[in-house]
């Protein structure tokens, strides 16, 4: 009601804006070779705080998911923003990989893992 929008939660982004968001985190807060992010804190939000044993993903750090992905016998360290009904921003530092989806995808089985696991990742290998 004040104007200001609700960052964990309705934020309203295109997907190439999403894109830049997780080029930013993948590149330690660079973008167009300017530090406009502390790398420290890229680090410490995206380090695992919480343990979330039981779900997909696995940790939780400030607003920010990790899991791993097994893929053709190679484990991949993935960190994620996740919105409701399917937007993401998904980065895997190690393929130098950054991909984001968006969808209306409320109440159902997402297939974005499986996409990851099946064809993303391994088009990356």
């Known amino acids: 009601m004040d104007g200001r929008q609700n960052t964990a939660g309705g934020l309203k982004l295109r997907p190439r804006d999403m894109a830049k968001i997780g080029q930013i985190m993948l590149e330690k807060g660079i973008w167009n070779d300017q530090q406009i992010l502390d790398e420290e804190w890229i680090e410490e939000s995206?380090?695992?705080?919480?343990?979330t044993k039981g779900y997909k993903w696995s940790g939780y750090g400030y607003l920010w998911w990790?899991?791993?992905y097994?893929?053709?016998g190679k484990k991949y360290k993935a960190i994620a923003a996740l919105g409701l009904g399917g937007?993401?921003?998904?980065?895997i530092k190690h393929l130098n990989l950054v991909v984001v989806t968006t969808a209306y995808n409320f109440d159902r089985f997402s297939p974005v893992d499986d996409m990851m696991?099946?064809?993303?990742?391994p088009a990356f290998q």
């Not at 995206?46 to 343990?51: A, D, G, L, Q």
């Not at 937007?87 to 980065?91: D, G, N, P, S």
């Not at 696991?117 to 990742?121: G, H, L, T, Y």
Request: charged letters at 25%.
């Open 87 to 91: 937007q993401r921003i998904i980065i």
């Open 46 to 51: 995206t380090t695992e705080h919480i343990s």
């Open 70 to 72: 097994n893929v053709n």
């Open 117 to 121: 696991r099946k064809f993303i990742i």
């Open 66 to 68: 990790s899991r791993f």
